[in-house]
């Protein structure tokens, strides 16, 4: 079983910046991929990025390209995400995810307010 707790979410304005923390129990084959997605009310959870634990290789919705980085600091269990230039369309509650595979996400966070006003 592994545990996820987010943290870093808050209110801003435009073009502010935030950054997201996912701290994980720990680092085993079932968490092998992290991931951060994001959902407004009323609609779906949609991906936001993803990161392999054992070679950092990442992956990004179009959305967020160029604005959103997705980092890990292995010594800590713990995942990244840095957003920059936010908009009022990134308000969402922001959840981290982790899996064994991309494609299937097992264990999920409580989720983080983020609130982008223009």
């Known amino acids: 079983q592994v545990q996820l707790v987010e943290s870093g979410g808050g209110s801003v304005q435009a073009g502010d910046s935030l950054r997201l923390s996912c701290a994980a129990s720990?680092?085993?084959?079932?968490?092998?991929?992290m991931a951060w997605f994001r959902q407004v009310p009323g609609k779906e959870r949609v991906f936001v990025a993803r990161?392999?634990?054992?070679?950092?290789?990442?992956n990004y919705a179009d959305f967020v390209k160029g604005r959103f980085t997705i980092s890990r600091d292995n010594a800590k269990n713990t995942v990244y995400l840095q957003m920059n230039n936010l908009k009022p369309e990134d308000t969402a509650v922001y959840y981290c995810a982790a899996g064994m595979y991309y494609w299937k996400y097992n264990y999920w966070g409580q989720g983080t307010q983020v609130t982008v006003s223009s």
């Open positions: 720990a680092r085993t084959f079932a968490n092998n991929v």
């Open positions: 990161i392999n634990w054992n070679d950092g290789s990442t």
